[in-house]
T-cell receptor
């Protein structure tokens, strides 16, 4: 199916464990993004990527690592999960950056760190 | 820096009521403005957009006009339906002086519940 998918949709893990959230898009969009959504904070950008092998930090990158070896995939890794990383994570893609190009969002991954 | 402010929610309306969700922004230069909608259990999707002053974006009965003089982009709908229950995010896109890329900034979201 065309679109942007995320896996897993739900994840429960323990403090200190490594977790990887997957994101896959079928449009060959150049730009991909990772956001976290928390009550009271709205959406905050963690990392973004302009193309394969090009990534850059967003607003809240600490504790996260990304890679982009292929255009269609943009995994997000929590190297050592902390309770403060409990959140809903959204991946998005865009043909180009900024206006007037919209971002297309995946369905989200709800992560709970115990 | 650039920012987006939205009215506090949650907002509860009866079906067929008039909806206004206020959005104001702070930005240098000439940002583009967006409204995204998030239905329960889903990701965000673009509802409408406007790229220059006085532009009106519209979609699915929703409208918003880019008002540069008041730095606002209020979302309106004349008659809401139960199916409009969702969280609405105002957003702007403007050049980021640190990276030269356009950066999208989202407001905190406004939750809307429409009751029959």
């Amino acid at each position: 199916d065309a679109g942007i998918t995320q896996s897993p949709r739900y994840k429960i893990t323990e403090t200190g464990r490594q977790v990887t959230l997957m994101c896959h898009q079928t449009w060959s969009h150049s730009y991909m993004f990772w956001y976290r959504q928390d009550l009271g904070h709205g959406l905050r950008l963690i990392y973004y990527s302009a193309a394969a092998d090009i990534t850059d930090k967003g607003e809240v990158p600490d504790g996260y690592v990304v890679s982009r070896s292929k255009t269609e995939n943009f995994p997000l890794t929590l190297e050592s999960a902390t309770r403060s990383q409990t959140s809903v994570y959204f991946c998005a893609s865009s043909e180009w950056q900024g206006a007037p190009y919209e971002q297309f969002f995946g369905p989200g991954t709800r992560l709970t760190v115990l | 820096g650039n920012s987006v402010t939205q009215m506090e929610g949650p907002v509860t309306l009866s079906e067929e009521a008039f909806l206004t969700i206020n959005c104001t922004y702070t930005a240098t230069g000439y940002p583009s403005l967006f409204w995204y909608v998030q239905y329960p259990g889903e990701g965000l999707q673009l509802l409408l957009k406007a790229t220059k002053a006085d532009d009106k974006g519209s979609n699915k009965g929703f409208e918003a006009t880019y008002r540069k003089e008041t730095t606002s982009f209020h979302l309106e709908k004349g008659s809401v339906q139960v199916s409009d229950s969702a969280v609405y995010f105002c957003a702007l896109s403007a050049p980021d002086l640190k990276t030269s890329y356009d950066k999208v900034i989202f407001g905190p979201g406004t939750s809307l519940s429409v009751i029959p």
